[in-house]
C-alpha cells in the first residue's frame, strides 16, 4: 500500500513489521520509469542539476555533460562511458547484466532508466551530472531483489579500495589515478541510511547493501563515478616501489613518471631525497608506494592491492 508520495505510512509500515517480522515494502512490482524517481530519495545527497540524454544515431544514450565531458550509456549491454578532453583517458563502467538487459528508457525527470528484468525487481537509473559526473542509482523493489551488484571496469582501470570506502581509478598504463568512485551509499524511502560496502574482485567493483529488517522499500544505492583533476597520484609496483626507496634508482620512477605528466615528473625530482626516506619503511614492510604530487611536494604512502604486484 503506497501514500501519494509512494512510500508506506509509518503506521502501515508497522502494521507489516508486526504481521511478517520482514523488512516493509511499498510494493513488490517494480516502478515505472517515472515512479523510479519519486521513490527512495528522502536523506539521498544532493547531486546537483542534471542533463537530459538523448539518443544518437548509433543507438547509444548519449550527452554533453559540460564543456569538457561527454556521456554514452550502451543500449545494448549497459556500458556507461565518460570521455574528457581534459583527462588522458576515458572511465567506463558496465552495468550488471542482471539489471541492465531490458532497452533503457529517458525519464521525463532526464534520467536513464533500465527496466527490471525477470524477478530481480531492480530498477537502475543512470544520471547524467552537469558537474562531469555519473551516478549511478540501483533502486530495490522489496526483500527478494539482490543485496549485491557487480560493476566491470573497462580495460586500463585499475580499482584501488581507500580509506573512506570510495574507490580510486588508476591507470594500469601509467600508475595514475585517472577517475574515482565516490564513497557508496544507501537509502530506504523513509529516508533512513542503510549500511552499504564496496569490495573489489578483480576489475570488477562490488557493491553490497545490507538492508535491515525494518527498512522501509524500495532501497536506493548509488555509485557516482569521475574523472580526478586533483593532486596526480602515481601508484607504484612492487618494482616501481624498491626504486623509489633507493637513491640510486629513483631518477628511474621519476622519468617514468614525467612521460605521463611532465610537471608532476619534475616535482618528483625536486623532492627525490624525501621519496626515498619515506619509501624505505613502506618498501621494509611489504606494501607498495602511493606518490601524492602536489605543486610543491611529492608525499609518498604506503598501500596494497591493484597495481601492488
Not at 570521455?83 to 550488471?96: G, R, Y
Not at 537509502?187 to 538492508?211: C, E, H, L, N, W
Not at 563515478?225 to 624498491?242: M, Q, V, W
Not at 626507496?245 to 619534475?266: H, M, Y
Request: glycine residues 10%; hydrophobic residues 40%.
Amino acid at each position: 500500500m503506497k501514500t501519494a508520495s509512494g512510500r508506506l505510512s509509518l503506521l502501515t509500515a508497522a502494521a507489516v513489521m508486526v504481521a511478517t517480522a520482514s523488512p516493509a515494502y511499498a510494493s513488490l512490482e517494480p516502478a515505472t520509469v517515472d515512479e523510479t524517481q519519486d521513490v527512495g530519495k528522502a536523506g539521498m545527497p544532493d547531486l546537483g542539476p542534471q542533463v537530459t540524454p538523448e539518443a544518437s544515431l548509433t543507438g547509444a544514450l548519449t550527452a554533453d555533460l559540460n564543456e569538457s565531458t561527454a556521456l554514452a550509456v550502451s543500449a545494448d549491454d549497459g556500458t556507461v562511458e565518460l570521455t574528457s578532453d581534459e583527462a588522458p583517458s576515458s572511465l567506463s563502467v558496465t552495468l550488471p547484466p542482471e539489471v541492465a538487459s531490458e532497452t533503457p528508457e529517458v525519464s521525463e525527470q532526464g534520467a536513464i532508466v533500465f527496466p527490471p528484468s525477470g524477478s530481480t525487481g531492480v530498477t537502475t537509473e543512470v544520471l547524467a551530472l552537469a558537474d562531469g559526473r555519473v551516478s549511478i542509482q540501483a533502486t530495490l523493489a522489496g526483500p527478494q531483489s539482490p543485496d549485491s551488484f557487480r560493476y566491470e571496469l573497462g580495460d586500463g582501470q585499475v580499482p584501488h579500495l581507500r580509506p573512506d570506502g570510495g574507490i580510486d581509478l588508476v591507470s594500469s598504463a601509467t600508475g595514475s589515478v585517472i577517475g574515482a568512485i565516490d564513497p557508496p551509499w544507501a537509502f530506504d524511502a523513509d529516508g533512513r541510511a542503510v549500511p552499504t560496502s564496496y569490495s573489489i574482485d578483480g576489475s570488477t567493483v562490488v557493491q553490497t547493501v545490507k538492508a535491515p529488517d525494518d527498512a522501509t522499500y524500495p532501497v536506493v544505492a548509488d555509485p557516482t563515478f569521475g574523472h580526478t583533476y586533483g593532486i596526480p597520484t602515481a601508484y607504484l609496483n612492487k618494482r616501481e616501489s624498491r626504486q623509489a626507496a633507493d637513491a640510486g634508482d629513483i631518477s628511474a620512477v621519476c622519468g617514468a613518471i614525467g612521460l605521463w605528466s611532465p610537471p608532476a615528473g619534475v616535482i618528483c625530482g625536486l623532492n627525490i631525497s624525501i621519496i626515498v626516506r619515506g619509501s624505505k619503511p613502506i618498501v621494509a614492510s611489504g606494501k607498495c608506494v602511493k606518490l601524492l604530487l602536489s605543486p610543491v611536494s611529492a608525499t609518498p604512502v604506503a598501500y596494497t592491492g591493484g597495481n601492488c604486484r
